[in-house]
């Protein structure tokens, strides 16, 4: 089983809609835990941490699960600029942190 | 603007050539990595470096090594090309505090022939 696994997709969502991509981990004793996001043939760029009692910034909502070990991550009003690979990130121990190889979006007028 | 910088976006290399791809940050961060990104793969650690001339191996180390004589430059060498280590090496920095993420160079595209 893969460390960190994603869906890859991709997801195509008309403009306005609401999407939400989860994440699953296998290391229970997994401390952090990130989303980032990757425009093509672009570096990743850090979106979002994750907390425990899950964060929100604007229309972006991350959520942790630690019993069924996943991460979410909800985008609500979704633009045409939102397009781009989601990347999951979790970190077992420090600083090294894993990488999900990503979840593509694809926002459609 | 803090940033990461690689040396070169592009580079074609011969097979069994010794290959450097350095990266500098100016955030005086502590922590520094090398990743590859290959399609399907995804990121995949190599090296990482929590200080001056130290160093730690990642998940896939063989046939490179790693330079951190300075805190912002970090160096990956390649030391003997081959074609299985074509992709895209994208190097990152952080602060000591994990939760602020990492912040990645621009990524240097290797091809190796």
């Known amino acids: 089983r893969k460390e960190v696994e994603q869906d890859p997709g991709p997801f195509n969502v008309p403009e306005g809609a609401t999407v939400a991509f989860n994440c699953t981990y296998s290391?229970?004793?997994?401390?952090?835990f990130f989303w980032y996001r990757q425009d093509c043939r672009k570096e990743p760029k850090l979106l979002m941490s994750v907390y425990s009692s899950g964060n929100e910034d604007g229309r972006f909502t991350a959520q942790l699960n630690r019993a069924s070990q996943y991460i979410s991550l909800l985008i609500r009003d979704s633009k045409l600029s939102d397009s781009a690979t989601y990347l999951c990130?979790?970190?077992?121990?420090?600083?090294?942190?894993?990488f999900g190889t990503g979840t593509k979006l694809q926002v459609i007028p | 603007d803090v940033k990461v910088t690689q040396s070169s976006r592009y580079l074609v290399k011969r097979t069994g050539e010794k290959v450097f791809l350095e990266c500098v940050q100016d955030m005086d961060h502590e922590n520094m990595f090398w990743y590859r990104q290959d399609p399907g793969l995804g990121l995949r650690l190599i090296y990482f470096?929590?200080?001056?001339?130290?160093?730690e191996k990642g998940d896939i180390p063989e046939g490179y090594s790693v330079s951190r004589e300075k805190k912002e430059r970090f160096s990956l060498i390649l030391e003997s090309a081959s074609t299985n280590q074509t992709s895209m090496y994208l190097c990152a920095s952080s602060r000591e505090d994990i939760n602020y993420g990492y912040t990645f160079g621009s990524g240097t595209r290797l091809t190796v022939v």
């Open positions: 470096s929590y200080d001056v001339k130290m160093k």
């Open positions: 290391n229970s004793a997994s401390q952090s």
């Open positions: 990130a979790v970190s077992g121990g420090y600083q090294k942190v894993t």
